[in-house]
């Protein structure tokens, strides 16, 4: 088990880099999409779903900074341009014109999406004894979880 960045193994951090990387370009683009929702929501249910677009993108970008730390954490290159992130994303950009059902279950889809990522992002860090990076995951994780849930909710 690895007890410092410094005892993993060149493998283990090109690997959880990559999965670190991954991290980060979703939740880069699912800051821009919530941010995007948060400017262009109309309709009934405006104020609540423009406070909630609002938590959701502030909390990405600091989630966003802390994969990315833990990347130079282990010695390896954060992905930094947002070409490389939108080409990397499993995430797709939304339309701003999107009515408001639509823009809650596609910001629900890329929190579903971040949770998984996330999820194999911790296995990979199990299987190579990080325990910090593990617990990042798990983490962000219940974060994403639980605004797909606030998400999902808006939509029965």
């Not at 980060?24 to 779903?49: C, D, I, K, R, Y």
């Not at 639509?102 to 999406?113: G, P, V």
């Not at 990042?136 to 605004?147: M, N, S, T």
Request: charged share 25%.
């Amino acid at each position: 088990m690895a007890q410092t960045a410094s005892d993993l193994s060149s493998d283990a951090t090109t690997a959880i880099a990559e999965g670190l990387n991954q991290a980060v370009a979703e939740t880069v683009v699912a800051t821009m999409l919530a941010q995007n929702f948060h400017w262009n929501v109309t309709g009934m249910s405006f104020g609540p779903l423009h406070a909630l677009f609002q938590e959701i993108y502030e909390d990405h970008f600091v989630g966003q900074d802390d994969l990315a730390e833990r990347i130079r954490a282990i010695g390896e290159i954060a992905e930094g341009t947002l070409a490389g992130q939108l080409k990397r994303s499993k995430i797709e950009e939304g339309s701003e014109t999107a009515s408001d059902k639509e823009m809650i279950r596609h910001l629900a889809e890329a929190q579903e999406t971040l949770g998984a990522t996330l999820a194999g992002l911790g296995e990979i860090a199990a299987k190579h004894g990080d325990v910090r990076t593990e617990d990042l995951a798990i983490e962000r994780g219940r974060v994403h979880d639980k605004f797909a849930w606030m998400l999902r909710a808006h939509l029965r």
